[in-house]
Protein backbone atom coordinates (compact mmCIF):
# COMPACT_ATOMS: atom_id res chain seq x y z
CA UNK A 1 0.00 0.00 0.00
CA UNK A 2 1.25 3.76 -1.16
CA UNK A 3 1.39 6.10 2.06
CA UNK A 4 2.66 9.63 2.04
CA UNK A 5 5.25 10.78 3.91
CA UNK A 6 4.26 11.98 7.42
CA UNK A 7 2.52 8.42 7.71
CA UNK A 8 6.37 6.83 7.09
CA UNK A 9 7.43 8.99 9.43
CA UNK A 10 5.16 7.74 11.96
CA UNK A 11 5.28 4.05 11.68
CA UNK A 12 9.40 4.48 11.85
CA UNK A 13 8.38 6.66 15.31
CA UNK A 14 6.50 3.70 16.60
CA UNK A 15 8.79 1.43 15.51
CA UNK A 16 11.15 3.46 17.95
CA UNK A 17 9.04 3.83 20.47
CA UNK A 18 8.35 0.15 20.39
CA UNK A 19 12.27 -0.61 20.27
CA UNK A 20 11.22 -3.02 17.02
CA UNK A 21 14.18 -4.91 15.89
CA UNK A 22 14.81 -4.01 12.30
CA UNK A 23 16.57 -5.54 9.21
CA UNK A 24 17.71 -2.87 7.43
CA UNK A 25 18.56 -2.98 3.36
CA UNK A 26 19.90 -0.30 1.56
CA UNK A 27 21.08 0.34 -2.09
CA UNK A 28 22.86 3.76 -2.78
CA UNK A 29 24.71 4.20 -6.05
CA UNK A 30 25.54 0.70 -6.31
CA UNK A 31 26.21 -0.19 -3.01
CA UNK A 32 24.53 -2.41 -0.88
CA UNK A 33 24.36 -3.20 3.19
CA UNK A 34 22.36 -5.01 5.45
CA UNK A 35 22.17 -4.21 8.92
CA UNK A 36 20.22 -5.51 11.74
CA UNK A 37 19.15 -2.68 14.39
CA UNK A 38 16.55 -0.06 15.52
CA UNK A 39 15.37 3.54 15.09
CA UNK A 40 17.30 5.85 17.40
CA UNK A 41 15.64 8.47 15.98
CA UNK A 42 13.70 10.37 13.31
CA UNK A 43 14.73 14.22 12.69
CA UNK A 44 12.26 16.06 10.15
CA UNK A 45 13.12 13.65 7.09
CA UNK A 46 15.95 11.97 8.59
CA UNK A 47 15.54 8.17 9.92
CA UNK A 48 18.75 7.48 12.12
CA UNK A 49 19.60 3.47 12.60
CA UNK A 50 21.50 2.32 15.30
CA UNK A 51 22.81 -0.72 14.95
CA UNK A 52 26.52 -2.59 16.50
CA UNK A 53 28.26 -1.88 13.92
CA UNK A 54 27.48 2.11 14.08
CA UNK A 55 24.82 4.54 12.82
CA UNK A 56 23.40 5.11 9.27
CA UNK A 57 21.59 8.25 8.68
CA UNK A 58 18.97 7.98 5.75
CA UNK A 59 17.17 10.61 3.95
CA UNK A 60 13.73 9.79 3.06
CA UNK A 61 12.61 12.99 1.33
CA UNK A 62 11.50 12.66 -2.28
CA UNK A 63 11.04 9.02 -1.74
CA UNK A 64 7.83 6.62 -2.87
CA UNK A 65 6.80 4.31 -0.25
CA UNK A 66 5.33 1.30 0.17
CA UNK A 67 3.87 -0.22 3.23
CA UNK A 68 2.96 -3.86 4.25
CA UNK A 69 1.88 -5.10 7.09
CA UNK A 70 0.16 -8.14 6.15
CA UNK A 71 3.15 -10.67 4.98
CA UNK A 72 3.08 -14.53 3.99
CA UNK A 73 2.61 -16.43 7.35
CA UNK A 74 6.28 -18.27 7.10
CA UNK A 75 7.50 -14.48 7.13
CA UNK A 76 10.24 -13.97 10.23
CA UNK A 77 8.46 -10.00 9.58
CA UNK A 78 5.39 -8.55 10.48
CA UNK A 79 5.38 -5.24 8.57
CA UNK A 80 7.71 -3.79 6.12
CA UNK A 81 8.37 0.26 4.82
CA UNK A 82 10.02 0.00 1.39
CA UNK A 83 11.29 3.51 0.12
CA UNK A 84 12.05 3.92 -3.66
CA UNK A 85 13.35 6.97 -5.36
CA UNK A 86 13.77 7.52 -8.66
CA UNK A 87 16.99 7.47 -9.28
CA UNK A 88 17.20 3.87 -8.35
CA UNK A 89 17.99 3.94 -4.59
CA UNK A 90 16.02 2.18 -1.87
CA UNK A 91 15.82 1.53 1.57
CA UNK A 92 14.05 -1.70 3.09
CA UNK A 93 12.92 -1.48 6.98
CA UNK A 94 11.39 -4.97 8.03
CA UNK A 95 10.39 -5.22 11.41
CA UNK A 96 10.90 -8.84 12.86
CA UNK A 97 7.81 -10.88 13.86
CA UNK A 98 7.21 -11.32 17.88
CA UNK A 99 7.94 -14.54 18.97
CA UNK A 100 5.55 -15.73 21.44
Known sequence: ???D???AVSR?????EEKTSLQVYVS???VCADLWGAVQEVQGT???IRSD???LRLELRG???HWQDDPPSPSNFAASLLVEFRNGERFLFSALREIR
Open 5 to 7: LAN
Open 28 to 30: IKG
Open 53 to 55: SGT
Open 1 to 3: MLI
Open 63 to 65: GLF
Open 12 to 16: LNAWR
Open 46 to 48: VAE
